[in-house]
């Protein structure tokens, strides 16, 4: 048998929208600034049995695509390569064997998930031995389309634009995980989340939020102060002007905030241990400031504080998240859209500090 026909028969695709040999994408080719990304033509992926290809309606950005980019995480990182962990797309065809979705949904595929179906019930799912991260261990989103397994796909029924819900995969799971399940934040609970504008930052506030926590967000200029207000930021630290642990004591009777989320790590993290109570709770989430902090590990543990750290989402995790944006508790922060031939400015923008929320590319040229 011709490998045609084999395709034939495993592989269905949308009569209408058979899928194209080729496709635009963004690639990476050797570690560097902005412009190492490259608009191409490639091939189209094709389905193995049991994953899915689908037509990337837009393509979420996150700082560990800019860590990735510049070879400052996984220097070893196989190039060429695809980044780009959020998607949000439409399925165009099904490999062999696959059920659960049909051409023509749009779907979300999981920001990390298992090969292997055995390693599927494990939790934390990222501790699993056949965990990948699109974008990382395979080819992401930037591309016009993307191959997934099917299992790891959720039904896109947030109501959003897609350019809104792609924001959502990475920073929404992760974010659940951080806030609820190992921050374990509580209604009535004092919040403090670094880097409150981030990507993260900005789903660390509306979650906390949401579980009934008062939230106090830093970031570092007017601006993305009044965008954290928006968020429901309760108290806005602006930490080129302002002492963080004093307005925060100040803020919670003088005791320190109950939960910190550190999205910034660095030379920043030692402050935040110092701006929550005495038995109080910090999660290491991010390194935007840098991955070495020092502390003063006397007061530490003098102040019986815990440091707690977190990386990914269970599926759970995502759903849950999911379900608050269904009901209009949680907010996509969608900042700008891009075209994806322009990815390299909107990385410069983000390189920059100049993001809010979240930047997404759109599957075409301008
Ligand atoms: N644990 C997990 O599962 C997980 C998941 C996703 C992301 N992360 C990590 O979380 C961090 C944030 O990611 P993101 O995508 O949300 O980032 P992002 O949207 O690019 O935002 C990062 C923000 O951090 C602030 N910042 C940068 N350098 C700083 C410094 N030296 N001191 C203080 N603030 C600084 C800037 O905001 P201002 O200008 O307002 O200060 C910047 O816009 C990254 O380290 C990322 O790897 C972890």
Redesign the pocket.
Known sequence: MSTATIQERTTRTSQANPLPKTMKAVVLHRFGNPDVLQFEEIDTPQPKPGYIVIKILAAGL???D??LREGSVMPNLPLPHILGVDAVGEVVALGEGVTNVQIGERVIPAAGFTLNEKDDKNRPLAGSPSFVVPGVHIRGSYAQYMEVPARWTVKDDTGLSPAEAATLP??LG?SV??VKQVGEVKAGNKVLV??G?????SMHIQIAKALGAQVAA????GV?GDFVKTLGADLVIN?RKEDVVERVKAWSGGQGADVAID????S?LAKTIEAVRPFGLVVA?????GAEATINVRNFFFTQKQLRG????DPEDLRWGLEQVRTGRIKAALDRIFPLNRAAEAHRL?AD?Q?KG?FVLLPWEE
Request: hydrophobic content about 40%.
């Open positions: 996150n700082r560990l800019h860590f990475v920073v992760t995980r951080a670094t880097a504008a981030s990507g993260s930052g830093t970031v570092r200029d993305k930490t999205n910034v790590g660095g920043e989430y991010g390194f935007t400031a977190t990386i990914f989402a983000l500090n993001v979240n």
